[in-house]
């Protein structure tokens, strides 16, 4: 592919069309400011705009500075830069010949772009869009769908005919097959997306596509409607995040450690000199670590939420003297014993919590049950030097809430707070207790990766 003209039209000058690119940045949560600008300007003048693939690689390294944005960046810059083809759509085509070409592609390792432009065009077009493309028109109800294709081409049955062919014997062998077999089917699904997007917004405009059909970052994805890729996608932000908020708590710990003035201690020193200049004495910090309690609700509905931020919570652990972690769904038990200091848990770690740690009687939340558990068998761990950690998203299905045993955990910890994976505004709909649990505790939206952050970086103490 070539760059070519942003929106399809007439030719604009490259600085323009950059300063719209690091503006529809801005809007997805990738905040580059004017000297990342500058240094992508001075990065085409030495890249130049022939391969369309350095190019993206340069500035993805002047206007990037966290992990997860990369696979936005990416569908920004093809909208942006990047010309999709115009052909007229053959409905009807049998699939399984060009099945055959893309699995043999695939076997290959070959460049399968071309592949992915003769399926979407072949399979994608929904209302008219072949038809619309060619005359290079809007239709509001046309499009290319990738999701079309792909149901076409059915990718499982890819992937298993490629882990197969790829040879091998034994079964770590099979394993990795898969695994590279999977990899490869989904970059040719990527393939097929851009494509998608490129020729959609030819009919709808590129600025309408790129805030519409673009998919959130890792770090932007709600933790309530991520797909399986989408939390392993977050998996790998988990230890890059717990660095960067592991470094927040020690400068913090470090700012506290000197104390606060003691103002009797301090009058006492300055009378010698009349009260000029005043020496400041400051009380003795005490050191030490606080302790950690996170109870986790393990249960279907909030499981991506759950294992993610227990995770974090792992992996920050050297920052407290003691971290306990407690799951329950209606019933509360321990699950310290299932992390490992300084080894990621399995994903879908959670399941075997559920299967195994003891945490479900009749398998719906019941937060009052799972409260009381807590009160009766593990209110020893708290004490005044313990953050609690509640994270779920206070759904009771309808049973009692159970403030009493809440508020008895609030009076012997030093701070309770709780995170939920909700929006704020559905916290008084349906069977949520959380505007009444509001009233005993702190609640905090915790609806993505970046809230998450931002909210343990704000509250976890030094």
């Not at 999709?84 to 695939?106: K, S």
């Not at 890792?218 to 717990?242: K, N, Y």
């Not at 992996?315 to 699950?335: H, M, N, P, T």
Request: glycine share 10%; charged share 25%; aromatic share 6%.
């Amino acid at each position: 592919m070539t760059i070519v003209p942003a929106h399809g039209g007439v030719e604009a000058p490259m600085s323009d069309r950059l300063v719209g690119f690091v503006g529809l940045l801005r809007e997805h949560g990738i905040h580059a400011g004017p000297s990342e600008t500058v240094d992508a300007a001075a990065t085409i003048v030495a890249l130049g705009t022939a391969d369309a693939r350095v190019l993206r690689s340069g500035l993805a390294a002047c206007l990037l500075r966290r992990n997860g944005q990369r696979t936005v960046f990416d569908q920004l810059f093809d909208l942006y830069f990047l010309d999709g083809t115009r052909p007229v759509a053959a409905a009807g085509a049998d699939a399984d010949p060009l099945r055959e070409r893309v699995i043999a592609a695939l076997i290959q390792g070959a460049d399968t772009a071309e592949l992915a432009r003769e399926a979407l065009n072949t399979f994608g077009a929904y209302g008219g869009a072949g038809e619309s493309a060619g005359r290079v028109t809007s239709a509001s109800g046309a499009g290319w769908s990738s999701y079309l294709t792909m149901k076409s081409l059915r990718p499982d049955e890819i992937s298993e005919q490629v882990a197969q062919t790829m040879g091998g014997t034994g079964q770590f062998d099979a394993a990795v097959h898969t695994i590279e077999a999977r990899r490869r089917v989904e970059r040719f699904r990527t393939e097929v997306q851009a494509e998608a997007r490129l020729r959609s917004a030819q009919l709808r405009g590129t600025d309408y596509i790129a805030r519409r059909g673009v998919e959130s970052g890792a770090d932007s994805t709600d933790f309530l409607g991520a797909r399986e890729q989408d939390l392993a996608e977050m998996r790998r932000l988990v230890h890059p995040l717990a660095r960067k908020l592991a470094t927040r708590l020690a400068v913090r710990r470090k700012k506290a450690v000197r104390g606060q003035i003691d103002l009797r201690r301090t009058l006492r020193r300055s009378m010698a000199t009349g009260g000029v200049p005043i020496d400041p004495v400051l009380r003795a910090r005490r050191h030490g670590r606080p302790d950690l309690v996170v109870l986790a609700d393990v249960s279907g509905s909030v499981t991506g939420f759950a294992e993610f931020t227990l995770q974090l919570v792992q992996a920050l652990q050297d920052q407290f003297s003691k971290v306990r972690s407690f799951g329950f769904v209606d019933v509360c038990a321990e699950i310290t014993g299932y992390f490992t200091p300084g080894e990621p848990p399995p994903a879908g770690f959670a399941r075997e919590i559920v299967r195994d740690a003891g945490v479900a009687r009749f398998g719906s939340s019941n937060y009052g049950e799972a409260f009381q558990g807590f009160v009766d068998h593990y209110l020893d761990a708290l004490g005044p030097r313990t953050c609690v950690l509640i994270l779920g998203d206070a759904r009771t299905n309808r049973t009692d809430p159970n403030l009493a045993a809440l508020q008895a955990m609030t009076e012997r910890a030093k701070a309770v707070y709780w995170l939920n994976p909700e929006p704020s505004r559905s916290w008084s709909t349906g069977d949520s207790a959380a505007h009444v649990y509001t009233d005993i505790v702190t609640m905090h939206e915790c609806r993505t990766v970046r809230q998450l952050a931002e909210v343990i970086g704000r509250l976890l103490p030094a």
